[in-house]
């Protein structure tokens, strides 16, 4: 697994991606983005928004079915970027519930709300924080 910024990104690679998965923003992918290579293909992506000094929105988040599997690794490799950005908190919002079970065992806690979001992404589904270390 390599995680690479979307504007570094084969161009090739990731119009084939979006091309298959037409819901995701390639704009805010190509400002903020990362796209996520298995095996040389682009499986997944994620884009880290900063919101305040040291917090981190993470948005956008998406893997392939081919590549769920790797999901928590991708989550941890993601917290690992936090810390290299020196984030204090990262900030994600989940409407499915095993994406909740996911965060719930990396440490993630549940938040009634976000004060650096005004706009919720849907009315479904829970905010979750992580205390970067």
């Known amino acids: 697994m390599e995680l690479i910024t979307a504007e570094h990104a ?26 996520v290579e298995f095996a040389g293909k682009i499986e997944g992506c994620f884009v880290m928004d900063d919101v305040a000094d040291r917090v981190y929105w993470l948005k956008q988040l998406f893997v392939t079915k081919q590549a769920a599997s790797s999901l928590p690794v991708l989550l941890e490799a993601i917290l690992a970027l936090a810390r290299e950005k020196q984030a204090q908190q990262v900030f994600v919002h989940s ?16 938040q009634k709300d976000n004060e650096f979001v005004q706009s919720s992404p849907n009315n ?10």
């Open 10 to 35: 084969s161009e090739e690679k990731l119009n084939d991606f979006l091309q298959h998965n037409q819901n995701l923003e390639r704009e805010q992918l190509l400002a903020k983005g990362y796209v």
């Open 95 to 110: 409407h499915q519930p095993m994406v909740d079970v996911l965060l719930e065992s990396l440490q993630f806690h549940p």
């Open 124 to 133: 479904e589904g829970y905010w979750w924080m992580y205390h970067v270390s």
